[in-house]
């Protein structure tokens, strides 16, 4: 069982794809993809802040430097595409294209799936309470079959959604000792 979406599952294929099975290139195609989502990050701050020192702490950041290209990490590709969803709902006011573009960071990594309430009730913060709600269930329902159809290509039983389960224990978890420590 992957324990990450089904996105970044399509993603290492792809990399593997381009690598033909050498390890060494497979590892330099990895770091050069990564270093082109990182530009990506820097010009996407830039556009929604339309300040380059945010561009700049976020390009020379020494941690999304080592973790974000030299080591690899999957976390650079949910920072691009929680990136393009802010781009596309503070900018161009596309709530619809906003929350697809949660919905494939959340299909790499499950912990994406707690910006949607906050993008649709900022994208609606002026309408009334019970209107808010009802667009949270309509962009919750868009966000869901959005998110279920990149698991549509590698389901074959129940067990692909396996690894879903196995994150929402883990977190599940973490949610108990921090309320466990603090409350103690």
Same mark, same amino acid.
């Not at 290139?25 to 270093?35: A, D, E, L, S, Y």
């Not at 596309?88 to 929350?99: P, T, W």
């Not at 009730?121 to 609606?124: A, D, K, L, T, V």
């Given at each position: 069982t992957v324990v990450y979406g089904p996105i970044w599952t399509a993603i290492? +294929?792809?990399? #593997?794809t381009l690598s033909f099975g050498n390890i060494d290139?497979?590892?330099?195609?990895?770091?050069?993809?990564?270093?082109l989502i990182h530009i990506l990050n820097c010009y996407l701050i830039y556009a929604i802040s339309k300040k380059k020192i945010f561009s700049i702490m976020y390009g020379l950041n020494p941690f999304m430097l080592i973790e974000g290209i030299m080591c690899i990490h999957n976390d650079i590709f949910v920072v691009c595409f929680i990136f393009l969803a802010l781009y596309?709902?503070?900018?161009? +006011?596309?709530? #619809?294209?906003?929350?697809a573009f949660l919905a494939m960071a959340t299909a790499i990594k499950y912990f994406a799936i707690l910006l949607l309430p906050l993008f649709v009730?900022?994208?609606?913060r002026d309408e009334k309470p019970l209107k808010r709600f009802g667009k949270c269930?309509?962009?919750?329902?868009?966000?869901?079959v959005i998110l279920i159809i990149p698991y549509l290509?590698?389901?074959r039983d129940i067990n692909v959604f396996a690894g879903i389960f196995t994150m929402q224990t883990r977190y599940a978890k973490n949610f108990y000792i921090i309320i466990l420590e603090y409350f103690s």
């Open positions: 290492c +294929k792809f990399v #593997a290139f497979g590892i330099f195609v990895f770091r050069t993809i990564n270093i596309f709902l503070i900018k161009k +006011k596309k709530i #619809a294209i906003s929350v009730i900022y994208n609606f269930i309509q962009y919750g329902l868009l966000f869901a290509f590698y389901i």
